[in-house]
């Protein structure tokens, strides 16, 4: 038994661990399922509260599907309790954790995880996120009455091409707004979203406005404060949410406490930010236009979270409402030398968030491994770059694709085999929550990275990308523009205005692509709410099962054609005279054959999904 894989499968969703918000001292029951062939006897969950190993042994539940069901008692001793579980039979042992099934020891860090945190709101679940920068979304007509601040580059929407990297691109000025946002929501509406999310709106000193000048007021050339109640009204009115973005690293060189601070060393502002004793001080990544803030500061902690009228707590309230924040460099922020403020700044913003609002949400920017910053009572989800946007990217890259870097790392992007991109997601995934792994963001790029038609290269391969997004776990976020096949090599070059005046250059095949595929994980409740089950993975498939208590869904992913592949039945697989329909992708139903088996397309790129049950 130690070199066979049982075929075991335990994973957080509410299939496994009915009990999703569990509380301290709470006794939970956990479920394995396992082949009825296979060779075991005994099943043990092992836990470690307080951190001393116990072992519980799990009783069978039930039987049926050719599949017996075990289940145990795990006691919420902590706010994170892990677990494994340990499989005995004639041929030995066999551990089974979240990162898979082992026949040899293996760490504690990838065992599975019950959280007794107070948990992310219910509706980010099933939110699917829209990203929309606001320079280059939609301008409204007011625009054109707006003066043009001195450090902007004026820019016509339809003619001027944007500059991808120089000295003018933060200053390139298309001048949308937030009205502009506001009369494009049938845009959305059609596309299936239903959560806005727009990248900063302060006013600044550039057009990405992650350099605020004042956290007390909305940008006049968006609008300002009533444009942004004004588009809170019609984003909730339509049932939807609205989130923020935050800077919670650094403030503009501009900002009033800065300012502040240069002009006054015995200003209260002072000790907001980190100044040496020359008058020189720590900046984001050297950038000197963007001051580090300093979160060992009680002052920055009572501006930034105490009361209602604080910096995050003021556009929670109405008549602005926001459900939330994404919080920009958060891997970053209180973060310096010797500082280790990071996740005690977390805890204490999501904690000012939900105390103004209890259903907000608050997610962090994280590029790269996230893993140690969740399921710490703070931050409640990531942008899931490292488990999902370059695994994908990897996997699906176009063959002449010619980057300079692969979000941010030098040597381009590497192309790499299913067998490498599963080996990466389950690695990240495997060291969080399945809580937190849900409630983090999926994307495709953002206005931080190329464009996914870029990279990938054609709509077939997009397409797939699109589906991969749509139905895995976790919260699909689309980045304004992918859904019509904009391009772009670099975040600054894909901050290309939408060309609304001129439909003609819309990939409109994509765009019903992206509808129908956000449509399909809105419709089923297992792409929102259930478990996942790898199935097969070869350089160029991927195949994985989606399943619930109420349904089950098989995923075929190809980035290339290749020879149809044949799947053993499994569990809730249709019987011999039975079919599984197919949702998405247009492929022919799968009929088993006597032995169960089921035969899946070698046609390729194509994506693919079938109700199984």
């Given at each position: 038994?130690?070199?066979?894989?049982?075929?075991?499968?335990?994973?957080?969703?509410?299939?496994?661990?009915?009990?999703?918000?569990?509380?301290?001292?709470?006794?939970?029951?956990?479920?394995?399922?396992?082949?009825?062939?296979?060779?075991?006897?005994?099943?043990?969950?092992?836990?470690?509260?307080?951190?001393?190993?116990?072992?519980?042994?799990?009783?069978?539940?039930?039987?049926?599907?050719?599949?017996?069901?075990?289940?145990?008692?795990?006691?919420?001793?902590?706010?994170?309790?892990?677990?494994?579980?340990?499989?005995?039979?004639?041929?030995?042992?066999?551990?089974?954790?979240?990162?898979?099934?082992?026949?040899?020891?293996?760490?504690?860090?990838?065992?599975?995880?019950?959280?007794?945190?107070?948990?992310?709101?219910?509706?980010?679940?099933?939110?699917?996120?829209?990203?929309?920068?606001?320079?280059?979304?939609?301008?409204?007509?007011?625009?054109?009455?707006?003066?043009?601040?001195?450090?902007?580059?004026?820019?016509?929407?339809?003619?001027?091409?944007?500059?991808?990297?120089?000295?003018?691109?933060?200053?390139?000025?298309?001048?949308?707004?937030?009205?502009?946002?506001?009369?494009?929501?049938?845009?959305?509406?059609?596309?299936?979203?239903?959560?806005?999310?727009?990248?900063?709106?302060?006013?600044?000193?550039?057009?990405?406005?992650?350099?605020?000048?004042?956290?007390?007021?909305?940008?006049?050339?968006?609008?300002?404060?009533?444009?942004?109640?004004?588009?809170?009204?019609?984003?909730?009115?339509?049932?939807?949410?609205?989130?923020?973005?935050?800077?919670?690293?650094?403030?503009?060189?501009?900002?009033?406490?800065?300012?502040d601070a240069v002009s006054d060393a015995g200003s209260p502002e002072r000790a907001l930010y980190y100044f040496g004793g020359s008058g020189d001080y720590e900046s984001w990544l050297g950038v000197r236009s963007l001051p580090k803030l300093n979160w060992g500061s009680a002052e920055l902690r009572r501006r930034f979270l105490a009361g209602p009228d604080s910096v995050l707590a003021r556009w929670l309230r109405p008549p602005y409402g926001l459900d939330g924040w994404r919080v920009d460099v958060a891997n970053m922020t209180g973060r310096r030398g010797r500082d280790a403020y990071t996740h005690g700044v977390a805890a204490a913003l999501r904690a000012a968030v939900v105390a103004a609002r209890p259903d907000a949400l608050v997610v962090a920017e994280h590029g790269h491994d996230f893993t140690g910053d969740l399921d710490a009572d703070g931050w409640q989800g990531t942008m899931n770059y490292a488990g999902f946007c370059r695994p994908v990217w990897n996997w699906l890259r176009a063959d002449g694709l010619d980057l300079p870097d692969f979000l941010g790392v030098p040597g381009g992007v590497p192309r790499r085999d299913g067998p490498e991109v599963?080996?990466?997601?389950?690695?990240?995934?495997?060291?969080?929550?399945?809580?937190?792994?849900?409630?983090?963001?999926?994307?495709?790029?953002?206005?931080?990275?190329?464009?996914?038609?870029?990279?990938?290269?054609?709509?077939?391969?997009?397409?797939?990308?699109?589906?991969?997004?749509?139905?895995?776990?976790?919260?699909?976020?689309?980045?304004?523009?992918?859904?019509?096949?904009?391009?772009?090599?670099?975040?600054?070059?894909?901050?290309?205005?939408?060309?609304?005046?001129?439909?003609?250059?819309?990939?409109?095949?994509?765009?019903?692509?992206?509808?129908?595929?956000?449509?399909?994980?809105?419709?089923?409740?297992?792409?929102?709410?259930?478990?996942?089950?790898?199935?097969?993975?070869?350089?160029?498939?991927?195949?994985?099962?989606?399943?619930?208590?109420?349904?089950?869904?098989?995923?075929?992913?190809?980035?290339?054609?290749?020879?149809?592949?044949?799947?053993?039945?499994?569990?809730?697989?249709?019987?011999?005279?039975?079919?599984?329909?197919?949702?998405?992708?247009?492929?022919?139903?799968?009929?088993?054959?006597?032995?169960?088996?089921?035969?899946?397309?070698?046609?390729?790129?194509?994506?693919?999904?079938?109700?199984?049950?």
């Open positions: 038994m130690t070199g066979q894989p049982t075929g075991a499968h335990h994973d957080g969703s509410a299939y496994h661990v009915p009990e999703q918000a569990p509380a301290l001292g709470e006794t939970v029951d956990v479920f394995l399922r396992v082949p009825a062939s296979a060779p075991v006897r005994q099943v043990f969950v092992r836990s470690t509260p307080d951190g001393e190993p116990r072992f519980t042994a799990a009783t069978v539940d039930r039987r049926g599907g050719g599949e017996v069901w075990w289940r145990a008692g795990v006691e919420v001793r902590n706010p994170v309790t892990s677990y494994r579980f340990l499989l005995t039979g004639p041929a030995g042992q066999r551990w089974l954790n979240a990162l898979g099934e082992f026949g040899h020891d293996v760490p504690d860090n990838t065992d599975f995880k019950l959280v007794a945190y107070d948990p992310p709101p219910a509706w980010a679940r099933d939110a699917v996120v829209y990203q929309i920068f606001p320079d280059r979304f939609a301008r409204s007509a007011a625009a054109d009455g707006r003066p043009v601040p001195e450090w902007a580059v004026p820019s016509d929407w339809d003619r001027t091409p944007v500059i991808g990297r120089g000295p003018q691109t933060p200053y390139q000025f298309y001048g949308g707004d937030l009205d502009g946002v506001a009369e494009r929501l049938d845009h959305l509406d059609r596309l299936g979203v239903n959560t806005v999310y727009l990248t900063p709106i302060f006013p600044a000193r550039s057009n990405h406005r992650y350099d605020a000048t004042t956290f007390d007021e909305v940008d006049p050339l968006l609008g300002g404060d009533a444009a942004l109640a004004r588009l809170a009204g019609a984003v909730h009115g339509r049932g939807w949410r609205l989130l923020g973005d935050i800077t919670s690293n650094h403030t503009g060189d501009g900002h009033r406490w800065f300012v599963l080996a990466t997601m389950r690695a990240f995934g495997s060291l969080v929550s399945w809580r937190a792994l849900t409630h983090s963001w999926l994307l495709l790029g953002s206005h931080d990275s190329a464009r996914i038609r870029t990279v990938v290269g054609d709509a077939d391969r997009q397409e797939v990308a699109a589906g991969l997004l749509c139905t895995l776990p976790g919260t699909p976020m689309i980045f304004a523009g992918d859904e019509i096949g904009l391009t772009g090599r670099n975040g600054e070059d894909s901050r290309t205005p939408m060309p609304w005046r001129r439909p003609e250059s819309w990939d409109a095949a994509t765009f019903d692509r992206y509808r129908a595929l956000v449509g399909l994980r809105r419709s089923l409740p297992a792409l929102r709410h259930g478990g996942l089950r790898w199935a097969y993975a070869d350089a160029d498939t991927l195949v994985f099962l989606r399943e619930s208590p109420a349904e089950s869904v098989l995923v075929l992913a190809r980035r290339a054609a290749a020879t149809p592949i044949r799947l053993a039945g499994s569990a809730g697989w249709p019987g011999p005279d039975g079919e599984a329909v197919n949702l998405y992708g247009g492929a022919a139903a799968l009929r088993p054959g006597p032995d169960g088996a089921v035969t899946l397309p070698g046609d390729g790129p194509t994506f693919q999904v079938w109700r199984l049950r």
